[in-house]
């Protein structure tokens, strides 16, 4: 059964409380620093430490009257301070905490999409492993190709995967940085000395250089990976959702016991999950063009930005989560079907065999393009049912003169795709 949505991590990180709590641990970090450098008294940052709290209903009635959520939340911690929150948020602008915060939940956003990508590429990796050598067909435009193995599909996706897990890290990396520099950023108000401390408290990076923002192609980066990973992942979805299709039915998606698959139809067995997979992927996608979007802001800092954050990046890391679980409940419950897959190997007499036996008559002939249409008429005929491939060659004199039924049987040996198997496997799993 497709498990429900059920892991609370990632959905907390962005809840209100979550949110406040990130806030005020930059307002902290500064006001540490700022102690040190003897800046403020130590005696006003231990009253702070110790009492700095804040209540979100309070937030909210603030926020009601002022229309700015930035000074109803420093009234909120205000009232739980006293008189030395006159210290909280000294030098600073609302973007120093409110960017930097953000690249703290971004980054612990990052660390549990991680651990998802490391478990979906452990279970790819099992199965590649498994059926390193179990034979399937391959296709090209959806056509009979040549055969191939199924482990060798699960190596695809098992460097794609890894592709995608790389992109993101660097991407947040990338995002992983703060400013506290000041209104427009050049550090009038306030030491640059105090930025890198704060960073090096908070286990982030100091950007280079910042206007009153952090630049929002770091978050564009962030959530376009995020858009690929999920394009991937609707890849190995999709392929899935073919090889479920009945005609096709090789490998499918597990059906477990009491599921239903549709209302009217009781034989149905739908791949559904894959099915939601490639919906996200939709819907990442257009979240990274609204990402881009965020790139150019007026001057300084406008705040078109900020609404459209509020959704796509809670709901990016969300999403991809939920993905990657469903994915990974999809790749436990995968069900290969081993005699379907070499059934579809030998339709119409094994006619995917024909460039193995183009090659061997060619060679025997002398003549590329002869040979080609001896075999291709023969694998025409194949296509009309009324005898296999196989049996049509055999009895085709323009291919025995050439060639014996020994030699014409080697050519429909199954092993002969397979013997470089083990060499790709060494490159992709070293």
Request: aromatic content about 8%; some cysteine.
């Given at each position: ?11 907390a ?17 500064v ?26 209903d ?9 229309n ?10 205000s009232?739980f ?9 000294y ?35 099992r ?7 179990t034979p ?23 460097t ?5 897990r ?24 306030i ?24 630049q929002?192609d ?23 959702r ?35 997979l490639c919906?996200?992927a ?19 800092r ?7 954050e ?6 990016s ?32 007499g ?12 060619t060679?025997?002939l002398g ?7 001896i ?31 020994d ?23 070293k």
């Amino acid at each position: 059964m497709i498990p429900r949505y059920t892991l609370p991590e990632m959905g907390a990180l962005w809840e209100d409380e979550a949110k406040y709590r990130s806030w005020l641990d930059v307002e902290l970090a500064v006001c540490r620093v700022m102690a040190e450098m003897k800046q403020i008294p130590q005696k006003a940052y231990l009253t702070i430490k110790k009492k700095a709290d804040f209540n979100i209903d309070r937030i909210n009635e603030v926020e009601a009257e002022t229309n700015h959520d930035v000074v109803a939340f420093l009234t909120s911690v205000s009232e739980f301070v006293g008189p030395e929150a006159k210290y909280i948020h000294y030098g600073m602008t609302s973007s120093d905490m409110l960017d930097t915060a953000l690249s703290l939940q971004m980054k612990a956003a990052a660390k549990l999409i991680d651990a998802r990508i490391m478990t979906a590429l452990k279970k790819i990796k099992r199965l590649a492993l498994k059926y390193k050598k179990t034979p399937i067909i391959g296709r090209t435009h959806g056509v009979l190709a040549e055969p191939t193995t199924l482990g060798l599909k699960f190596a695809v996706w098992y460097t794609e995967l890894k592709r995608g897990r790389e992109r993101f890290k660097e991407a947040a990396e990338t995002v992983a940085v703060g400013a506290i520099s000041g209104a427009v950023g050049n550090f009038a108000n306030i030491d640059p000395k105090i930025e890198a401390q704060v960073m090096k408290y908070l286990k982030l990076k100091p950007a280079e250089v910042s206007t009153q923002v952090i630049q929002r192609d770091r978050h564009a980066g962030y959530i376009t990976a995020l858009a690929l990973l999920a394009s991937s992942i609707e890849k190995f979805a999709t392929e899935i959702r073919n090889l479920h299709r009945t005609e096709i039915n090789e490998v499918c998606e597990g059906f477990a016991k009491g599921q239903k698959g549709s209302s009217a139809m009781p034989h149905k067995k739908n791949p559904i999950a894959s099915e939601k997979l490639c919906g996200l992927a939709r819907l990442l996608r257009g979240y990274s063009l609204a990402a881009m979007e965020n790139i150019p802001l007026w001057h300084e800092r406008d705040i078109a930005h900020s609404s459209v954050e509020r959704v796509i990046i809670p709901d990016s890391t969300i999403a991809i989560d939920y993905g990657l679980d469903l994915f990974n409940g999809v790749l436990d419950r995968l069900i290969i079907n081993k005699s379907r897959m070499m059934d579809n190997i030998y339709l119409y007499g094994g006619i995917v065999f024909s460039q193995r036996l183009l090659l061997k008559l060619t060679t025997a002939l002398g003549d590329r393009d002869k040979a080609y249409r001896i075999v291709q008429r023969n694998a025409m005929n194949a296509y009309k049912g009324n005898k296999g491939f196989k049996e049509l060659i055999k009895n085709d004199k323009d291919a025995t003169q050439y060639l014996s039924s020994d030699e014409i049987n080697e050519c429909f040996e199954i092993g002969y795709y397979m013997k470089n198997v083990d060499k790709i496997f060494k490159r992709v799993f070293k």
